[in-house]
């Protein structure tokens, strides 16, 4: 996959759909009856980076503020989803331990994987940093991951949704319809190829977690250091 052409293609795509009103709304991000959880392999940029990010998502705020938008805390990249987010799930449904160490297994020891976010890329439903990897390191971890979840009789449901390739991280979600949509993309097209900065990643965390990765909902099962 030529992963540049992969987010140019989804920015343009899903800005047409944004810009002639086909976009989608999240009525769950409000809800308190989401009981959907599951468990994520992930990965968290730097505090310089995130406050980078920051600095773009308060201009969309103010224009835009009944968007729903990532803290700090909550903005993460998935390396693999393990078991999505469904309703009825529960830490309490699973042995920690045995994920954790077929986890260990998959991971290089001493390696440099970095990620660089620079510009943007979208869906019909959210907004998303583009991540660049400097090696195929990430992939090399969700390809282990593959085999030895299919190989083993842990619950899983990895690939579900779709096969993941990339190391993106979603930073908006739509939750209402848009009142200055004009302006909203107008500094979505400013940051298109905004440079969000680079970082090395040092550590690797397995967590429990809510469809939006929010830091209430969120426990972390164990931190891996690579």
Request: glycine share 2%; charged share 25%; proline share 3%.
């Amino acid at each position: 996959m030529n992963i540049k052409e992969h987010y140019s293609k989804l920015y343009n795509e899903s800005i047409y759909n944004i810009s002639s009103d086909k976009y989608q709304i999240d009525n769950l991000i409000d809800s308190k009856f989401d009981q959907r959880f599951g468990i994520t392999l992930l990965i968290r940029p730097s505090n310089e980076v995130k406050d980078k990010i920051q600095k773009f998502i308060n201009e969309l705020k103010k224009v835009e503020p009944n968007q729903y938008y990532y803290p700090n805390s909550d903005i993460h990249i998935t390396i693999m989803s393990i078991i999505s987010c469904y309703e009825g799930f529960s830490i309490e449904n699973i042995e920690p331990l045995k994920y954790i160490e077929l986890v260990k297994k998959c991971l290089p020891l001493n390696q440099n994987i970095e990620i660089n976010f620079k510009g943007l890329t979208a869906s019909n439903s959210c907004i998303m940093l583009q991540g660049f990897m400097n090696n195929n390191q990430l992939n090399e971890i969700r390809d282990n991951l593959r085999v030895e979840f299919k190989n083993s009789k842990l619950e899983q449901s990895l690939d579900k949704r779709y096969s993941i390739q990339t190391a993106h991280s979603t930073i908006v979600r739509f939750k209402s319809p848009f009142n200055q949509k004009h302006d909203f993309l107008k500094i979505i097209d400013k940051y298109a190829d905004y440079e969000f900065g680079t970082f090395e990643i040092k550590n690797i965390e397995l967590v429990y977690n809510d469809w939006y990765q929010r830091k209430e909902f969120v426990q972390k099962i164990y931190e891996f250091e690579i």
